[in-house]
């Protein structure tokens, strides 16, 4: 089944609840929501307490991007705030066997993320305990950016290697997505799809709906 993650860092924060609600209509499953710390990448955007305060506007999956270093520090306050998947990088994490175990034992579901330049095959160990893998389609930090083509081979590696070891690991692609590109994104394996300018820019509720419509040709 194909899952829209719209990301809320796309969204106009003084409507928020009213841009999510719109994408709920839509019929989006995941709503994605990126934690920046400043240090693991440039920016800073929201914590905890923006993930509590929105987690009574929908009864979606929380779908939880760590873009922060040593995210295992955290895992309790996510818990606390709603969230359903968490997601880490890496890259971010010194023991990255101990924070998947962490998420997993909180009673979330565990998700690992890879940086552009990052291969797939240092997931070789992990990939049987987790839930997901997100595919970096651009280098994380900002909003808006084009998608990097060579990510497309990324998610077709990951597909084999998945397909090849039988596990119902899910593969979510994020940056630079559109309806121009979303096609060729789920042609190569990708099946969770974030976008967050396509969705938020202009009618939230449209945008995320054009996507599930082409999603239908996929899921039927």
């Known amino acids: ?8 860092l796309g969204a106009d924060f003084t409507k928020l609840g009213e841009q999510i609600a719109a994408v709920d209509r839509a019929g989006a499953e995941y709503i994605h929501l990126d934690v920046m ?4 990448v440039p920016s800073i955007s ?3 307490p923006v993930i509590a305060s929105i987690r009574g506007c929908t009864g979606r999956i929380f779908d939880v991007h760590m873009m922060v270093e040593e995210p295992g520090r955290f895992v309790d306050d996510l818990k606390k705030a709603g969230a359903d998947i968490v997601c880490v990088h890496q890259e971010a994490c010194r023991h990255l066997d101990r924070t998947v175990n962490q998420i997993r034992e909180a009673g979330m579901s565990p998700a690992v993320a890879l940086n552009p330049a990052t291969p797939v095959e240092t997931l070789s160990c992990i990939l049987p305990y987790v839930d997901m893998v997100l595919v970096m ?7 808006g950016q084009k998608f990097i083509p060579y990510t497309l081979e990324k998610i077709r590696a990951l597909r084999r290697m998945i397909d090849e070891q039988g596990l119902k690991c899910r593969i979510e692609i994020d940056g630079g997505v559109k309806l121009s590109n979303v096609e060729e994104i789920l042609q190569a394996g990708a099946d969770t799809i974030v976008v967050g300018s396509g969705v938020f820019s202009g009618d939230a ?6 996507f599930m419509e082409i999603f239908r040709k996929y899921n039927a």
């Open 37 to 40: 710390d400043g240090s693991f």
């Open 46 to 48: 929201f914590g905890m």
């Open 1 to 8: 089944m194909i899952i829209l993650s719209p990301s809320v």
């Open 205 to 210: 509720e449209k945008n995320a709906a054009d």
């Open 137 to 143: 389609s651009v280098n994380p930090g900002f909003g």
